[in-house]
Nanobody, 121 residues
Framework: QVELVESGGGLVQTGGSLRLSCAASGHSFSKLSMAWFRQAPGKEREFVAA??????AYAGSVQGRATISCDSAKNVVSLQMNNLSPEDTALYYCAAKEHANAVIALPYDYWGQGTQVTVSS
């Protein structure tokens, strides 16, 4: 059974930084594309960033403040976010899809349970 486990969320002050990580396990993955999404209270889930062996992609709202990295050997994706603001407060989800050529591989097949990021003003 495939499992995605996120870590690294927490409470941070405005202007601070966080690093989120997500590890995929369960079987031997092939051409895994991984991504981060987030959902703030009362809002729909939105794309944050994605990566695979070929590249990266970012939402405009985090461009320049976020760096995503995929370790295909370990099936781990990390998201470094800097200069955080209260608008970044949300539940952050890791997602993955196998046999994907595109960097943003919608729809994703596997989802984690989420890790909470709260940015205080």
């Amino acid at each position: 059974q495939v499992e995605l486990v996120e870590s690294g969320g927490g409470l941070v002050q405005t202007g601070g930084s966080l690093r989120l990580s997500c590890a995929a396990s369960g079987h031997s993955f092939s051409k895994l594309s991984m991504a981060w999404f987030r959902q703030a209270p009362g809002k729909e889930r939105e794309f944050v960033a994605a990566c695979n062996g070929g590249g990266t992609a970012y939402a405009g709202s985090v461009q320049g403040r976020a760096t995503i990295s995929c370790d295909s050997a370990k099936n781990v994706v990390s998201l470094q976010m800097n200069n955080l603001s209260p608008e970044d407060t949300a539940l952050y989800y890791c997602a993955a899809k196998e046999h994907a050529n595109a960097v943003i591989a919608l729809p994703y097949d596997y989802w984690g349970q989420g890790t909470q990021v709260t940015v205080s003003s």
